[in-house]
């Protein structure tokens, strides 16, 4: 049973590394590190997202999603 569970969640963590490039987030690493304005009005299909900020649970793996610290600036970003 725990083999079956352990494959199943390996499974779906090759199936996520898939899908977190549908949006290109890889492409964006020059932003990273940047404040939160450098990417308004630059990247298509963008969603900000502060840190402790509530987001909804849809799943679009098109969205590119940049995730912003604290302090205002980029930490990182994916698809989801």
Do not use: H
Not at 6 to 22: F, H, I, M, P, Q
Not at 27 to 35: I, L, R, W
Not at 39 to 55: H, S, T
């Amino acid at each position: 049973m725990r083999a079956l569970l352990l494959l199943c969640l390996l499974a779906g963590w090759s199936r996520v590394s898939d899908v977190e490039t549908t949006c290109n987030a890889d492409n964006y690493a020059e932003f990273v590190g940047q404040p939160e304005t450098a990417v308004y009005g630059v990247l298509p299909n963008l969603r900000v997202v502060r840190a402790g900020e509530v987001v909804t649970q849809d799943f679009n793996p098109e969205r590119l999603n940049a995730e912003v610290g604290k302090d205002g600036f980029i930490t990182r970003f994916g698809c989801y």
